[in-house]
C-alpha cells in the first residue's frame, strides 16, 4: 500500500529542484518563442519576401502574351507595399530553330540574366499545358502567380473562342475569395483567416507531444541517474519502489502543469491578440475557449502518465543512458505517429477511420485533442476516449511497477525481453 507522505516527499523533491533550475525557466520562454518560430514566422517571412523577377514569355500570340502581362501588372498593383512581386516580362516570338532557341533562353536563365522562361505551346488553349523553365522550382510565390495569371488569361481566351462577349467577360471570370466561417459547440460564428485554425490545432497538440516527450524523458533520466550513482539504494531503504516511481512521476508532472500554466497567462495575454494582429483569426475566444484549455491540460495529464510510466520502466531496466537510448528512440518515434496521421483527423475528423485512431489511447493525448480543436466529438466518444485511456493507464502502472521494482536494483546486467516479462508475470 502506497503511504501518500512518502510518495509528496518524494513528489517535493523532484518538484522543487527542477522548478529551481535555469533550465526549467529558459526552456519556458524558449519554448513558445520557438513554436512561434516554426509555424507563424515561416508564413510572415514568406509573404513579406518580395523583388523584381524577370520572366521571358515564348509564345507565338501577341494578345495572349500581352494580357499576361497586363494580368501581372494587375496583381502588383492590387497588392502594393512589403512582399510585393514585381514580376517583368519579356515576349519572345519563337523562331524556326525551336531547340537552338531553347538552349539560348536556358543558357540566359543559368547566367541570371532571367529569373525564368514560360513556354507557351501554339496549342495551349486546347492542351492546358505550360512549361516554365528555371534553376529555382520551389519559389512558390512567384510560380503561384505565374500559373494564376496564365488560367485567368487562357480561360478568358477560351471563352471569347466560345463566342462569349468581351463585355461579358469581366463578369463570367470574376474571381471568387471564400471566406471560412467557424460554427463552434454553441452555434457561433468565427471568421477566420484560411489556416488560422489549422495553425491554432498545430500548436496545441505540438504542445502535448513535445512536453509528454520532454518530461517523460526526465523521468527515464532521473531514475537512471540514481540508479547509476547507487542513491536509490538509499533512498528505497526508507520508501518503496513503487512509492519512488509514483513520487517522481507526481513531481516531474507537477513541473510539467506549472510550465503549461505560465504558457496559458502567456497566450492569453500576448499570443491571442498577436494571432488577431496578424490576422489568423478574428475571434480567438473559441479557439482559445477555457473549455479546450481545460482539456488540453486533461490530455496532457494522461498522455504524460501513460508514457512516463513506460519511460520509468525503461529507466529502471537499464543500467545507463546509452543502453536505454535504443528503447528511448523507439518510444519517441511511437509519440510523433500522430504527426503523421494528424492530417486525416484535420481532413474529416468525424470520420469512422478517424474516430478509431483518435480511440487508440496512446494516440488519444495527441489526436482526440486534435478533433476538439476541429470539431468538438459527440459526449458519448468523450467518454469513452478517457476511460479507455484510464484502463490502460492502470494496466500501464502495474506493468511498469513490476519492472520498476526488480530493475532499480538491478545492476551491471542488461535485462533480456524475457526476463523483463517473468517479472511482469510473476508481480
Not at 463570367?172 to 467557424?182: A, F, Q, S, Y
Not at 457561433?188 to 516527450?213: H, K, N, Q, W
Not at 536505454?324 to 474529416?348: E, G, K, R, W
Request: proline letters at 4%; charged letters at 20%.
Amino acid at each position: 500500500m502506497l503511504r501518500l507522505s512518502k510518495v509528496r516527499t518524494v513528489m517535493r523533491r523532484e518538484y522543487t529542484s527542477r522548478v529551481r533550475t535555469k533550465a526549467f525557466w529558459i526552456s519556458t520562454l524558449l519554448v513558445p518563442v520557438a513554436i512561434v518560430a516554426f509555424t507563424v514566422l515561416p508564413s510572415v517571412v514568406m509573404k513579406r519576401q518580395g523583388g523584381t523577377f524577370s520572366i521571358a514569355l515564348l509564345t507565338s500570340d501577341g494578345d495572349l502574351a500581352g494580357e499576361i502581362q497586363a494580368e501581372l501588372a494587375r496583381r502588383v498593383e492590387s497588392a502594393p507595399g512589403v512582399g510585393a512581386l514585381n514580376i517583368r516580362v519579356e515576349w519572345i516570338q519563337p523562331r524556326d530553330d525551336a531547340d537552338r532557341q531553347r538552349e539560348e533562353l536556358k543558357q540566359r536563365v543559368l547566367h541570371k540574366e532571367l529569373t525564368g522562361v514560360l513556354v507557351l505551346p501554339q496549342e495551349v488553349l486546347t492542351s492546358g499545358r505550360v512549361e516554365y523553365l528555371s534553376t529555382n522550382v520551389t519559389a512558390f510565390r512567384l510560380i503561384g502567380r505565374l500559373d494564376n495569371a496564365v488560367e485567368r488569361v487562357v480561360l478568358r481566351a477560351r471563352l471569347r473562342t466560345a463566342g462569349i462577349s468581351e463585355e461579358r467577360l469581366a463578369d463570367v471570370t470574376r474571381g471568387v475569395k471564400l471566406d471560412p466561417v467557424r460554427l463552434t459547440s454553441s452555434g457561433s460564428e468565427a471568421r477566420e483567416a484560411l489556416g488560422g485554425s489549422f495553425a491554432m490545432s498545430y500548436v496545441l497538440t505540438f504542445l502535448i507531444y513535445l512536453t509528454v516527450m520532454i518530461y517523460g524523458f526526465y523521468v527515464m533520466r532521473g531514475v537512471l541517474e540514481e540508479k547509476s550513482s547507487r542513491i536509490v539504494e538509499v533512498i528505497v531503504a526508507n520508501l518503496s519502489p513503487t512509492e519512488l516511481m509514483a513520487g517522481k512521476i507526481f513531481g516531474v508532472g507537477a513541473v510539467g502543469l506549472t510550465q503549461y500554466l505560465i504558457w496559458a497567462v502567456l497566450a492569453m495575454n500576448l499570443a491571442a491578440p498577436g494571432l488577431l494582429g496578424l490576422g489568423l483569426v478574428e475571434n480567438g475566444g473559441d479557439l482559445l475557449s477555457p473549455k479546450l484549455l481545460v482539456f488540453f491540460v486533461l490530455f496532457f495529464v494522461f498522455g504524460y502518465f501513460l508514457f512516463a510510466t513506460v519511460y520509468a520502466a525503461i529507466g529502471a531496466a537499464f543500467n545507463s543512458e546509452e543502453e536505454a537510448q535504443q528503447m528511448q528512440t523507439v518510444i519517441s518515434m511511437f509519440l510523433a505517429i500522430p504527426f503523421v496521421l494528424m492530417f486525416v483527423i484535420l481532413n474529416d475528423p468525424d470520420a469512422p477511420i478517424s474516430v478509431i485512431l483518435s480511440l487508440l489511447p496512446f494516440f488519444s493525448p495527441m489526436l482526440f485533442f486534435l478533433r476538439m480543436t476541429v470539431a468538438f466529438p459527440p459526449t458519448w466518444q468523450i467518454i469513452l476516449c478517457f476511460a479507455l485511456m484510464s484502463m490502460t493507464l492502470l494496466a500501464m502502472v502495474r506493468v511498469s511497477a513490476a519492472i520498476y521494482r526488480v530493475g532499480i536494483l538491478m545492476y551491471g546486467k542488461k535485462p533480456t525481453f524475457k526476463e523483463i516479462a517473468r517479472w511482469v508475470r510473476t508481480s
